[in-house]
């Protein structure tokens, strides 16, 4: 089970780096996101010509953050991850589209194409808990 503060914060936050790579070159992209809970994954949207899923077509293990800004080192905290990038479909689709409409309903005029990255790793620092405080979740 993950830790109710790890799922807070994926809810508090909206914007993701994911890190790709190919052929030995890493990329990053920063995107918009929504977190269910209870499928444990991420959702973003992305054309599929973009450097970052032009990556995963090959390389479908992905990494990413998500940090809260601040320099008050005591306030410090973030998520650190990698998972499984793919393309939803069914069930786990509509529930996607649903949560990122209702987060950017102006998402929806754009017709997007919807990615999710099933979670296996997740690193969270909250130095609020002590400095370094770090909280490891892992499939």
């Excluded at 599929?48 to 953050?65: E, Y």
């Excluded at 998972?83 to 950017?104: D, L, M, N, T, V």
Aim: proline share 3%; glycine share 6%.
């Amino acid at each position: 089970m993950i830790d109710k503060r790890i799922v807070k914060f994926f809810k508090k936050h909206h914007v993701l780096t994911l890190a790709t790579s190919s052929n030995n070159e890493p990329y990053c992209a920063s995107c918009f996101y929504v977190y269910l809970e209870d499928e444990n994954i991420l959702v973003f949207t992305s054309d599929k010509n973009t450097k970052h899923i032009s990556d995963t077509i090959n390389q479908r293990l992905v990494a990413g953050a998500i940090a809260l800004e601040t320099k008050i080192v005591g306030k410090i905290r973030g998520v650190q991850f990698r998972g499984i990038i793919s393309e939803p479909s069914g069930q786990i689709e509509r529930k996607a589209r649903i949560a990122y409409f209702k987060a950017f309903p102006y998402a929806a005029l754009l017709k997007p194409i919807f990615w999710i990255v099933k979670l296996n790793f997740i690193k969270y620092t909250d130095n609020r808990l002590g400095f370094g405080k770090k909280i490891i979740w892992q499939e």
